[in-house]
């Protein structure tokens, strides 16, 4: 399985990853991109599994991001970590196709919960 993690933060990118692991979710492929235009790339050159995205980036927002790949028929499962987490945000997130929202701050029991429901 991969997975793409996207977000603009270097720093946010590792501990991602470091708590897929902390998670039990190691041993997949963790591809990652910094925005929505290079995760497209990503998308079409690596064919991930999963995507775990930021909503606020420059480029493209994790949301645009999300509404390309739906509007192109891809049904990736996709999910945003994201510090914005209102309950309208979370609304337009479900309408455009995530499967699911995990807020920061995060735990390790929080991904396994999220992530394992889709994989």
Same mark, same amino acid.
């Given at each position: 399985?991969?997975?793409?993690?996207? %977000?603009?933060?270097?720093? #946010?990118? #590792?501990?991602v +990853?470091r708590?897929? +692991? +902390?998670?039990?979710?190691?041993?997949y %492929?963790?591809?990652?991109? &910094?925005?929505?235009?290079?995760?497209?790339?990503?998308?079409?050159?690596?064919?991930?599994?999963?995507?775990?995205?930021?909503?606020n #980036?420059?480029?493209?927002?994790g949301?645009?991001?999300?509404?390309?790949?739906?509007?192109?028929?891809? %049904?990736i499962?996709?999910?945003?970590? !994201?510090?914005?987490? !209102?309950?309208? #945000?979370?609304?337009? /997130?479900e309408? /455009?196709?995530a &499967?699911?929202?995990?807020s920061?701050?995060? !735990?390790?029991?929080?991904?396994?919960?999220?992530?394992?429901?889709?994989?």
């Amino acid at each position: 399985m991969k997975i793409l993690v996207v %977000d603009d933060s270097k720093a #946010m990118r #590792m501990i991602v +990853k470091r708590t897929l +692991k +902390k998670a039990g979710l190691e041993g997949y %492929d963790v591809v990652e991109a &910094s925005d929505g235009v290079e995760a497209l790339s990503v998308v079409k050159a690596d064919k991930p599994d999963l995507i775990l995205c930021d909503w606020n #980036m420059p480029n493209m927002s994790g949301l645009e991001l999300l509404r390309v790949l739906r509007n192109s028929d891809n %049904d990736i499962p996709f999910g945003f970590v !994201t510090s914005e987490s !209102t309950p309208e #945000m979370r609304q337009i /997130a479900e309408h /455009a196709g995530a &499967s699911f929202f995990i807020s920061k701050p995060f !735990t390790a029991a929080t991904f396994a919960d999220r992530i394992g429901s889709v994989i």
